[in-house]
Structure formats: C-alpha cells, structure tokens
C-alpha cells in the first residue's frame, strides 16, 4: 500500500477512496491511497531485487512503464526499504533474545554449582580470593616456610657437624592419606583383636593410573641387533612347536590335551642352562587350536597394538604397555614387526599373584593369509629380580578361512620360579597349566571375537533388545558400556603392582581381602573406594554355579542388597551363540528405588565364567540405550569369577554338564571369588573407618554363607 500527498497526487494513478469526500473542505481533508496492481507490485519487486537504490533515470522508466508518477515509484523504494530493515531488525532481537535468555540459564546453573562444588584435594568449599592475593599469600607462606627451614637447618647442623645439604638424600616413604583405624575388633565376623592393617599396605592410587614397574630404558644400535637375533630364532622354534606333534607333544592321558615331552623338547632344542638357579622352578607348556569369528588381519592388528590386547583380554591381561618399536615392518603391513613390551597377566582372584613379562613380540606373515606372532622374554639386568616368570617362545598361528573366520594354533611356554608356594585352592589348577595356558587364552580369544562380531552386526532383534532398546546404536553404546564394567571388575580384583591386598581374618582359611584406592575417573564416582574379595571352593561343577549366578529367579537367594526381592530381566542383549554370554538390564520389583535398574553381564568359556553387575540409574541407562556416548557414566561394579578347580572329574556323578563347555563341564568343583566395590566417601581425602570394613567384611561373609546355602554345601 503506497502513500500518496494531498496535492499534486501523481497523473493517471490519483484515483482512490479518499475521493469521495470533498476536498475543498479541510476538516475533512485525507490522504489519498493508491493500491497498486498485482502486475505493478510484481515488477517493482523484481527491480527491487536488482537495485534496492533506483537512480532518477530507472525510476523515470519504471514510472512510464507502470503509469505511475516518478514520485510514487521513490516513495514505494524508500517505504519497501523501511519494511526490509524493520524485518531485519526484528529477526537479529528475537535471535539476541534467545542467546540472552541461554547465557541467563547457563548463568544460573552455574551458580548453583559452585554452591556445591568441592576442592578436589582437600574436599573443602572452593577459595574465592582473587587470584593476586592469592599469589601474594603463597609467597609470604613461602618465605616464612624458608625462614623456618634455614632456622632448623642451622640447628641441625650443630648436632650433625656438617651442613645438611652435604648429607644423602632420604627416599620420600609413600603413605596413603587413608587412615585405616582398626585397633581393635569386637566380633562381627572379624575376630576380637584382629590384624591392625598398615597404612602403606593401602596407598591411595587410581585403578586408571597404575605405577608401571618398568623404567625408561635406552636402547642402542647393538641391542636392536640382538633382539632382532633373539625373535628370528624364537619365531623359528615356535613354529616347530606349532606344526609338529609327536615326539615334541604327547596327549594327557589325565585332561586328554597336548603336553610338552621335556626331553624330546631338550634334544632338538638344547639350552647351556635355566635362567633360574633354583630348585623351585617348573616349566608349563599347553597347545590348542580352534576357529574365531574374525579375520586374520584384524586379529594381527589387535595383538600389535598394546591397548587394544588389552581390551581382548581383559580377563587374562591386567596391563600392557610398548615400552619401544624396534622395528615397524612393512610398510602398510605388520609383517616384520618387533616390539620390546611389558605385560602382567592375571588370574581373577587375590590368591594369585600376577605374573610379570618384558617380551619382544614379533610378527611375520608366512605366506598369504598366514601369519605367526611370537612372544619371547628380554632379559634387562636392572629387572631381573623382578620377574619370576621367563616367557620361552610362544605365541600363536593365524590362518584366514571363507565368511572371515580363522583357525588360531597357539601355544604357551613358560619357566616359573615359585618364590612363595601356590596357595593350595589354585594349586592344581596352576601347575597343570591351566590358569595361564594356551586354552585359556583360545577360549577368552573365541568369546572375545563373537563378542566383537555382535558389536558390529547394525540389525536389531526384538528378541535379543527386549524391545526397550531402539536403535543399533543403542544396542552398541549399552556393549560398551557393560565392556567398561567388566574391565573395570577385572581390574578390581588384580593383585597387580598398583594393588596391595590386606587380609582380614574371620571368614575362612583365606579371609577378605581388602584394598583401598582414590578414584577419579571420569567413568567412576569420585572418592574412596573399597574393594573387597574373597576365595573360596565348592564341591559343585563350575558350569552349575554359573547357571546359579545368572538365573534371575534364583538372584534374592545370594543377593544380599535385593533384600530378598525379585528382579525382572527389561533387556537382553546376546553376546554370541552361547546364551550364557549376554548382557541384562534387570529391574528390582517392591523396591523404594524405582529409578535404580542392575546392569549385569554374564559370560562363559572353556577356561571359566564371570557374573558382573552393577547398579545405574534409570536417566543413565537411558542416555546408553539411546546411542550416546556412555563413557562418563559411573560405574562401581561386584560380582563373581567362576572357574574349575583343576581337578579332573572321578566320576562320582558331580559333572552334569556337555562337554560342549570343556574344563567348564569336566571338573568336579569350581572355585568362586566374591568381589565387592564399595564407595566409602564421595570426597577424595575422607578417612576410611572401622564401620566400612566392618560392613564389608559381613557383606561378603553373608553373601558365602548364603551360596552355600543354595547350593546344599552349608559345610564346604
């Protein structure tokens, strides 16, 4: 709509509604309106498009070619000009609004965050000084406190008679700021006048953090040249072991496997003498083979690299590190690879002391599709005292199939010197060589790939999801999220170099084993945690004691927190073809906490079982299932390690299960460690109390005695 002037209103287009009135009279004297044509507004659109800005000549030719006057053409520019500014205007408040009313919230949040935030060192409100005075103060504290010191120093020196400089360095004692006070006991199922625990058996470290045991080590051109010797020759010894039976392998006429003949061993394969000088050292030697749902490529790429061997073996591998690439094979290919590692392996109880390696891992493709990896202890002089355990050649052969299977040959080859005796439970087990043998690595590889293999199928089943879980992505973030908790357990429960266990007695000839470490992960709650364990063994088949395990119904009779309540499974996800590997969400029924579910994984192999839960909150579960990353969801995860006691099966009856599940089905008991992760305190410099251990302590012993319960072993 264009306004015109009361005089001189534009030629042929002057026309309009205010000509019904008289003009002559100027009380009722308005404004002309003009509307123009759909044709006229259409082309001054277009032109304004073009030129928002006519000069007199454009507005001359538009004036003749519409039939408007020259000064209704400048008035329609100048008012379409008003309007698209007004336009721009209105659309840069509402978006200065919107980020306006975003910072105020984000203003608020934050406020009301640091009315709650703590120091993370000393657990106490925030200082709020400007920073100035606080660089101030520190430089007074640090004068004084120089004052202080040359003050004692010169004192000192009186009684020394020489400066104190002068004197050795003193090497700083590691204490933990945990104060575990535990004077005395009185009953609880700890025993009056128990064990008082040392400080310096608890040091107060992350389980994300461990101290690693090895220094930086420097290695010159001639090392590099023998190492490359060392693995040449321990490549060619294990692929003879690999690829010949007798008279190097005879079957066990006791586990029916493939046992090393030592002497055979000794003739074709002559050594000047033992690494150990003891009378205590023994040799374990195991062979398998099988076929794993993944590629050799794949396969060769995961052993390579020291973080991913990890996450395959997290039952087995408690630490892994690549202390140097000696050499980085081929280009694009990790045929001729050699690398000088550190590795500690595990078995999950705290009865078991880890088992500690410097290998040189190397790497060869044979021919096509056909790669071997070998593994062979380095001797440093500086560690030797450290390890107990040389790794003689070992390793594995790696054949790709059709459909991306391959069929694994491995072997294991080690001297061990038993500085301290083989605790009794674990005894049998150990020396035949099934703890750390070639088929518990097989066994962990073939479930570990099936695992992988679920992880990468992008199809959802109704069936497998419960229908609660929407999307492959969910199903995905809720496989890693439960992998994390497993890793996470296994880790609690090692006895490796970043925890030292303390034994309380009461429970049995083991007792609980405790130990404490500061937690500040961000996939864990922060503070104190507590982690207790314990150890003991039952007359049934591990194969039955893990059907009892994972069976919801038969939960409330060991679960000691469900008070006695029923669970319901809400979802499933399946891990492989045996249903025993599987991830549940289980939900608590006639419980007060309604937004609390239970993550539990379950998993199974020839060599053993796991059941490992953790309680989350229903937004956290929500936020996995919908397919966003769960790595910062907290996780304090207890559960059980299930695994034959190494004793073959007498045929008394005890073995119900197939031998489709190997040692699991051929044992005629199991050995079953309880593992409990309690958070004590939320602030990271709390003082661990008499009432958390106490509370432990009956937590576990409570939790035995109703196992045994259930399983009619009330005396074991």
């Not at 060392?230 to 692929?239: D, I, S």
């Not at 009378?279 to 020291?306: K, Q, T, Y």
């Not at 990790?334 to 390696?357: D, K």
Request: proline share 6%.
């Amino acid at each position: 709509m264009e306004f015109g002037s009361s005089g001189g209103g534009g030629g042929g287009g002057g026309s309009g509604s205010g000509g019904d009135h008289d003009a002559s009279d100027p009380s009722r004297r308005k404004k002309r309106y003009h509307r123009h044509t759909a044709h006229q507004i259409q082309r001054l659109e277009a032109m304004f498009k073009e030129c928002p800005h006519p000069d007199e000549k454009q507005r001359l030719q538009l004036s003749r070619e519409l039939g408007l006057a020259p000064r209704q053409i400048k008035f329609w520019f100048q008012n379409r000009r008003t309007q698209m500014k007004a336009q721009h205007e209105r659309s840069d408040n509402c978006a200065l609004r919107a980020e306006n009313d975003k910072i105020r919230c984000e203003n608020i949040a934050i406020r009301e965050a640091l009315k709650n935030v703590i120091c993370p060192s000393c657990g106490g409100p925030p200082v709020t000084e400007d920073s100035y005075f606080d660089d101030q103060k520190l430089r007074m504290e640090n004068a004084q406190l120089k004052e202080e010191l040359d003050r004692v120093s010169s004192i000192a020196a009186k009684y020394i008679g020489r400066p104190i400089s002068q004197l050795p360095p003193v090497q700083p004692i590691h204490i933990s700021s945990l104060d575990l006070r535990m004077a005395s006991f009185d009953g609880h199922g700890i025993g009056v006048g128990g064990p008082s625990l040392d400080l310096d058996l608890l040091p107060g470290s992350s389980s994300s953090m461990p101290n690693l045991p090895f220094q930086p080590v420097v290695i010159s051109e001639m090392d590099k040249s023998l190492m490359t010797d060392v693995a040449a020759n321990a490549m060619e010894e294990m692929l003879r072991l690999l690829q010949t039976n007798e008279p190097l392998w005879i079957k066990s006429t006791t586990y029916g496997r493939d046992v090393l003949n030592l002497e055979s061993y000794e003739r074709i394969f002559p050594r000047a003498n033992t690494l150990f000088k003891s009378p205590n050292v023994r040799i374990e030697a195991s062979r398998d083979s099988g076929v794993v749902i993944m590629n050799g490529l794949a396969l060769v790429d995961m052993f390579m690299d020291s973080n991913k061997w990890v996450e395959l073996f997290p039952t087995i591998v408690s630490m892994a590190k690549t202390i140097e690439v000696i050499s980085s094979g081929m280009l694009g290919s990790h045929s001729g690879s050699l690398q000088l590692m550190y590795e500690e392996l595990q078995v999950l109880s705290p009865l078991v002391p880890t088992r500690e390696f410097y290998i040189l891992r190397y790497c060869q493709q044979i021919e096509q599709g056909l790669w071997a990896i070998v593994n062979v202890s380095y001797d440093f002089p500086q560690f030797a005292s450290q390890c107990q355990a040389h790794r003689l050649p070992s390793g594995c052969l790696i054949q790709d199939m059709p459909n991306g299977y391959s069929k694994v040959t491995w072997v294991e080859h080690v001297e061990i010197e038993d500085k301290t005796p083989t605790h009794r439970l674990y005894r049998e087990l150990i020396h035949s060589g099934l703890a750390f043998g070639a088929e518990r690595w097989l066994a962990t590889l073939g479930r570990m790939c099936e695992r992988f293999a679920c992880l990468m199928v992008s199809s959802t089943s109704t069936r497998d999801l419960g229908g609660v879980i929407p999307s492959p992505e969910g199903k995905r973030s809720m496989m890693k999220l439960s992998q994390r908790m497993v890793n996470n357990f296994c880790t609690s429960i090692s006895t490796a170099n970043s925890h030292r266990w303390t034994t309380l007695s009461g429970l049995n000839e083991v007792g609980v084993r405790v130990t404490v470490h500061k937690s500040s992960d961000p996939g864990q709650p922060n503070g104190v945690v507590l982690s207790a364990a314990t150890t003991f063994w039952l007359p049934v088949t591990a194969q039955n004691v893990f059907n009892f395990f994972k069976d919801e119904r038969t939960r409330p009779q060991w679960d000691v927190l469900s008070n006695g309540n029923a669970v319901q499974e809400v979802a499933h996800i399946a891990n492989g073809p045996n249903p025993g590997n599987c991830i549940s969400v289980l939900r608590a029924f006639n419980t007060s906490q309604n937004n609390m579910l239970i993550l539990q994984e379950s998993c199974i192999d020839n060599s053993g079982s796991l059941v490992v839960y953790c309680p989350v909150d229903l937004p956290a579960i929500n936020v996995a299932m919908s397919g966003e990353d769960p790595s910062y969801i907290p996780l304090l995860p207890s559960g059980f390690t299930i695994s034959p006691d190494g004793h073959p099966d007498q045929g008394d009856g005890a073995s119900t299960s197939s031998s489709a599940h190997g040692n699991m089905g051929r044992s005629g008991g199991s050995l079953i460690t309880v593992a409990f992760q309690i958070l004590v305190s939320s602030l990271p410099s709390a003082k661990l109390n008499l009432e958390s251990v106490t509370t432990v302590n009956n937590l576990i012993g409570t939790t035995v005695q109703q196992i045994k319960a259930a399983l009619n072993c009330p005396g074991s």
